[in-house]
């Protein structure tokens, strides 16, 4: 396939031929991502950008195909990122550090940053309870490369809450403090065929949350939730690949604090099972191994957990996104 892949695009001999040249690395890599998503009674858009930096740098000449090549040949990196999740029932901001080192037939992930939260459907000024937290965010994962085309791993996810964000307009006794934090466990497999032409990621985690609320509607809030993902790619040619993305999770929310008992500020039951079925197809294209570009369309389904002024909505998102390396 590293020949025959490129015969739509490139002439057929040309991946033989890069081989024979000076290798060309490209250490500097920025990737940026927009996602809009249309919800029922409200939208939401997601911007992430990321930097990564690649010591031994990834070779823009390399017969393996651009989209599998830094899993396949795996180098160690080290990024900065920053996420903003913004939407009309919440928004949320973060500043990522990150790095993978890998060692013969390990590797080892970490990143740590720190996020916003402003819970705009619980907004005082809304007649709501709650401004808004600050969080910690904790990744780490291990796992092994039996071959250069299979890794498998498992990773941790924390999200504590270090601090509370209030409304300045509104008097404090008003306001809901949180505390607590949020834990994901999980395993994950990444795979490519010999020849590339097929490239898959598989995961699996638990998901486990625990708030405690002060002041106005004292009281916890409990999750606990399983869930998976599934990242599929098809190489149609060197420089095109079709991707299909899934999840699905379900979670159990337990919400025990005072006065959310009345139906009309979270719904009629507050311990209830909450789906969320999502998908997306995307279209990758890599030109000379320099530029990425992507563009996506997907949808699904977010059931309603019990917050207050929320309900069951179907989603409907597009996603562009464009890529560097040098």
């Given amino acids: 396939m590293r020949v025959a892949l490129a015969v739509a695009l490139v002439p057929a001999l040309a991946a033989p031929a890069r081989a024979q040249r000076e290798p060309e690395p490209q250490r500097h890599e920025v990737d940026i991502g927009i996602d809009v998503n249309v919800e029922s009674g409200g939208s939401a858009a997601l911007l992430d950008a990321q930097y990564t930096f690649t010591p031994a740098g990834i070779d823009r000449r390399d017969v393996v195909p651009a989209v ?64 808004g937290y600050f969080a910690a965010r904790v990744h780490a994962g291990a796992g092994l490369r039996p071959s250069d085309l299979v890794s498998v791993g498992a990773f941790y996810d924390g999200r504590p809450v270090i601090g509370t964000d209030t409304d300045d ?104 099972q909450v789906i969320t079925v999502l998908g997306a197809l995307d279209y990758i294209y890599f030109h000379q191994s320099r530029y990425g570009f992507r563009i996506s369309l997907g949808g699904g389904f977010e059931g309603a957990p019990p917050l207050y002024a929320t309900r069951d909505r179907g989603v409907f998102s597009l996603g562009l996104g464009t890529m560097l390396r040098f």
């Fill in 169 to 272: 307009n509104t008097p404090i006794d008003l306001q809901s403090e949180r505390s607590g934090g949020e834990h994901t466990f999980g395993v994950t497999t990444t795979f490519a065929t010999p020849g590339e032409r097929l490239y898959a990621t598989v995961d699996g985690y638990g998901y486990r949350a625990d708030w405690s609320f002060s002041r106005v509607d004292a009281g916890a809030t409990t999750v606990r939730g399983l869930g998976g993902g599934l990242r599929l790619a098809y190489l149609v040619t060197f420089w095109s690949t079709l991707q299909l993305r899934a999840q699905v999770r379900r979670d159990h929310w337990v919400d025990a604090r005072t006065g959310d008992s009345d139906p009309s500020i979270v719904g009629a039951s507050l311990d209830r």
């Fill in 68 to 131: 599998v090549r830094r899993f396949e040949r795996h180098p160690s990196s080290f990024w900065a990122r920053a996420v903003h999740n913004g939407g009309t029932r919440e928004a949320v901001t973060g500043a990522r550090l990150g790095g993978i080192l890998n060692l013969l037939d390990l590797y080892l992930e970490v990143e740590a940053g720190l996020e916003r939260d402003l819970t705009l459907f619980d907004a005082p000024s809304e007649h709501g309870r709650e401004y």
